[in-house]
Every structure is written in structure tokens, then in C-alpha cells.
């Protein structure tokens, strides 16, 4: 039985990823330079120390150059691109049925606190979660487990009694290994990556209602314990 949904942020609540990566491959190109997603895609749903721009960008150039004025620049980028978002189709949907199903919700990302509460409380979704688990409250980021593992911890729910909801090939790893059902989302960036294992791939929570994919998930899961349990025959 499903008693609680996790979700991640970055890239499936709100898009920043896409407007974070045209924000460097415009500071990049402003230095004759391209970053191209082969190289970026490692990073997504990770935490900062998986890929430095930055010195990606001065080993591509073969010489310093004034990193604090692209540091501006890139952030100036990125500010005016999210001036225009949204949250993505369908999350308020799905926090609003998961209220009323009576699901316990939690958030698992590898941004700091910080940057997740600003942004909840910029569209008003703080007080639909019960926890926030963040980089700041962990030893590793995805795809190391431990954001899930502690948020199901606070939620009290063991693994297979939870859904991650995630758009990046790190943070469906991170659900898998710590025992999750896991649906991606992919956003206009991670949907050109490649995925390891999932369970349900939507292109939007607005594809399909929160009820009908706990729904298909818990009867996959019920076919598959039928299936792997001992029948008459072999007692």
C-alpha cells in the first residue's frame, strides 16, 4: 500500500535546470566556448562537486580568465530566465491529491535548504510538505540514496510504501537504490539523457492523475509479489 510521495525539485517542482544550463552555455559562448549536455548531463540531480563550470570553461580556454564577472553574469542569466517560470504542469494537482488521499509528502534535493524553501514559498507550496530533506541534512547527494532514505525515516514509511517523483537519471538512481518506486518526469533538458531503471515515465504530472498512477504502481507491485511468491505447487 502507498502511504507517502517524495518528491525532487529541481527540474520536476520547478525547471530551473533548463534555465541554469542555457544560462552557462551563454556565459560559455561569451567566452567562444560551447558546453554541450554530454558533459553537463552528469551533474543534473547531483551536487556541485560532481562538475565545476568553471574550470571546465578555464580548461577549455587554456588560460584564467575573470571568473567573478562570469559568476555575475551567468547568475544575471539565470535570474532573468526563471523570471518566466512556472512550476511544471500538473505538481500542484498532485500535492493537492495527495493531501486528499491522505498521503504523507515529503521533498528529497541536493540543493541547500535555502534555495528550496525560496522557491516554495514563491509559489506557495511550503506547507503542502510534511519534510524537506536537503544537502544541508546529509554526508552524500543523489545518487547516493540517504536524501530518501532519511526523508522515508521522517515519514515514517518504509520504501516500498513510497513513490519518488524525479527528472534525472542521478535521482532515479538515488530512489531505486534506496528501495522506492520510482516515476521520472522528465523536464526539456534530462529528457534527452538516458535513464537507468524507473517504473513509470510520464511527460508531465498533467499526462496522468496522482490516484491513477498509485494506482497502476500498487498493482504492478501486487503482480510482481504474486509472481515471486511461493505457490502450491512448489510447497
Avoid at 511544471?88 to 491529491?97: D, K
Avoid at 527528472?167 to 537504490?177: H, V
Avoid at 526539456?188 to 539523457?193: E, F, K, R
Amino acid at each position: 500500500m502507498i502511504k507517502a510521495i517524495v518528491f525532487d525539485f529541481d527540474g520536476l517542482i520547478l525547471d530551473t535546470e533548463t534555465p541554469e544550463f542555457e544560462s552557462f552555455q551563454e556565459m560559455y559562448r561569451a567566452h567562444g566556448c560551447e558546453l554541450t549536455l554530454d558533459v553537463w548531463g552528469t551533474c543534473i540531480g547531483t551536487g556541485p562537486e560532481a562538475f565545476d563550470p568553471y574550470q571546465h570553461l578555464e580548461t577549455l580556454l587554456g588560460a584564467a580568465y575573470d571568473r567573478e564577472a562570469a559568476r555575475k553574469l551567468r547568475r544575471e542569466l539565470h535570474e532573468q530566465k526563471m523570471q518566466h517560470t512556472d512550476v511544471r504542469p500538473g505538481v500542484r494537482q498532485y500535492l493537492t491529491q495527495g493531501k486528499e488521499m491522505g498521503l504523507r509528502i515529503g521533498l528529497a534535493s541536493s540543493s541547500t535548504n535555502e534555495w528550496v524553501t525560496k522557491y516554495l514559498n514563491r509559489y506557495g507550496l511550503l506547507e503542502y510538505f510534511e519534510c524537506l530533506c536537503t544537502r544541508d541534512m546529509v554526508t552524500r547527494v543523489k545518487p547516493d540514496p540517504e536524501l530518501y532514505l532519511r526523508a522515508l525515516a521522517i515519514l515514517d514509511v518504509q520504501p516500498h510504501e513510497a513513490i519518488a517523483f524525479e527528472d534525472s537519471p542521478n535521482g532515479t538512481l538515488a530512489a531505486k537504490r534506496a528501495g522506492m518506486f520510482c516515476v521520472t518526469v522528465p523536464n526539456a533538458v534530462t529528457a534527452l539523457l538516458t535513464f537507468g531503471e524507473y517504473d513509470m515515465r510520464l511527460d508531465s504530472m498533467a499526462q496522468l492523475p496522482l490516484q491513477e498512477v498509485v494506482r497502476r504502481l500498487s498493482e504492478a507491485s501486487s503482480t510482481t509479489l504474486s509472481q515471486t511468491s511461493p505457490g502450491a505447487d512448489s510447497l
